[in-house]
C-alpha cells in the first residue's frame, strides 16, 4: 500500500479528496495534513491530484509538492507517485529522430478529406515500396508518446524496415471513433489515395488507443489490406453490469454493438493482433473478454496488461515489445 499525503498544517481545507481514476477517494485528516492509501497491486505509476474545498466551500485542485509533475493537456498538470523499479523506456535516450514530416490532404467519405501528418525516415525515397503505420490520435502518439522516436530507434537498430507513418487526428473524435461507419470508409478510401503517391509493400498495420483503439480493430476486421492491428485500451464497451458507468456515453449503445460483432463474426481475413491495456483502469476487464473472444474465433491476439491507467504515458511505455514484434512478424514475414 502507498499513502500519499497533502500537508495541511493551518487547516485551510474542510475537506480533501485524491482525485486519481478509479482510486479518487476521500482522504483522512492526519498528523496536519490529509492522507489517503492506495493499493499499488497493479500500479507501477499513479497520476494524480488533491481536490480541496475550503470553508467557503470553494473547489479547486492541487498538485502535491513532494512529487514530480506531468503536464496532461487538455485536461491540466498532474502529480505523479512513481514505484521505486518504475523506469522509462530505453529507446526514450535514443537521438532525436531523422526524418520528415509532410502535411496530406486525403480523400474521404466525410464532409472534408482527411488531413493527416506522414513521417518518413531519412533515406526512405518516396518511390521505394514500404511498409505503412496508419496511427489514429497521431499527433498524441507523435507528441506524447514519442512514437516517431521510438520508430526511429527501431529502424536504425535493425529491429523494424525502414516504414512510414501516417499520423491521422479526428476533428470529431468522439463521434468519428466511435462506430461511426463513414469514418472507417474514409480511411480506407484515404489509403486507396496514398497508395498511389506512396508505394505499400503489403499487410498494412494501424492503431490507436481507447476509441482510436477501436476503431482501429474495426479497420482490421474490414480491411483485407490490414495485416497488423495494435490496440490500447479500446474501448471495447458492453452492455455487462460493470460497464454500466460508460452507459452514459452518447455513442454507448452502437458501440456495444459493434463489440458484440468483432467479438462473434467470422473475420473475412486475419490480421495479427496485439494489445495493451493498464491493469489498474476499468476498461482492462473488457479488453481481456474482447481478446479472448477473438482468439476463441481464430484469431491471432497478442494481449499483454501493464502496470498502469488510461493515460499516454502507459500507452508510451507499453509500445514494446507487443508493438515491434507485432510489426516484425507482420511485415518481415512478407519480406
Not at 495534513?33 to 492541487?62: A, C, I, M, Q
Not at 473524435?173 to 503517391?197: F, I, N
Request: some cysteine.
Amino acid at each position: 500500500m502507498v499513502t500519499l499525503r497533502l500537508d495541511d498544517p493551518d487547516r485551510r481545507w474542510t475537506s480533501v479528496r485524491l482525485d486519481a481514476g478509479p482510486f479518487s477517494g476521500p482522504a483522512r485528516r492526519r498528523a496536519g495534513g490529509w492522507e489517503r492509501t492506495v493499493d499499488e497491486t497493479h500500479l507501477v505509476r499513479l497520476e494524480y491530484n488533491f481536490e480541496v474545498t475550503d470553508p467557503r466551500g470553494r473547489r479547486r485542485y492541487l498538485l502535491d509538492p513532494h512529487a514530480p509533475t506531468i503536464g496532461n493537456p487538455p485536461y491540466g498538470d498532474k502529480s505523479v507517485w512513481q514505484r521505486a523499479d518504475y523506469r522509462e523506456p530505453g529507446w526514450l535516450r535514443a537521438a532525436d529522430p531523422k526524418g520528415r514530416l509532410r502535411r496530406l490532404e486525403l480523400p474521404s467519405h466525410l464532409a472534408q478529406p482527411l488531413a493527416v501528418d506522414l513521417w518518413v525516415p531519412r533515406g526512405l525515397s518516396d518511390r521505394r515500396p514500404a511498409p505503412l503505420l496508419w496511427v489514429h490520435d497521431g499527433t498524441d502518439y507523435r507528441e506524447r508518446a514519442q512514437l516517431s522516436r521510438w520508430a526511429a530507434h527501431h529502424v536504425g537498430t535493425g529491429l523494424l524496415p525502414p516504414f512510414r507513418i501516417v499520423y491521422a487526428d479526428a476533428p470529431r473524435r468522439m463521434q468519428w471513433y466511435s462506430g461511426s461507419e463513414r469514418y472507417p470508409r474514409s480511411v480506407r478510401c484515404a489509403l486507396t489515395a496514398l497508395q498511389e503517391q506512396y508505394p505499400t509493400t503489403p499487410r498494412i498495420a494501424v492503431m490507436g488507443a481507447s476509441l482510436g483503439g477501436l476503431t482501429s480493430m474495426v479497420l482490421g476486421a474490414r480491411d483485407p489490406r490490414i495485416g497488423a492491428v495494435f490496440s490500447q485500451s479500446g474501448s471495447f464497451f458492453t452492455r455487462l453490469a460493470h460497464d454500466r458507468d460508460n452507459s452514459g456515453f452518447r455513442w454507448y449503445a452502437r458501440i456495444t454493438r459493434l463489440v458484440d460483432v468483432l467479438g462473434t463474426a467470422p473475420a473475412a481475413h486475419r490480421p495479427l493482433i496485439g494489445m495493451r491495456c493498464g491493469e489498474a483502469e476499468g476498461n482492462y476487464r473488457n479488453n481481456l473478454r474482447l481478446a479472448q473472444r477473438l482468439e476463441a474465433n481464430g484469431a491471432d491476439v497478442r494481449f499483454v496488461g501493464h502496470p498502469d491507467l488510461h493515460n499516454w504515458t502507459c500507452w508510451r511505455d507499453s509500445l514494446d515489445p507487443t508493438l515491434s514484434t507485432l510489426l516484425r512478424d507482420t511485415w518481415i514475414a512478407v519480406g
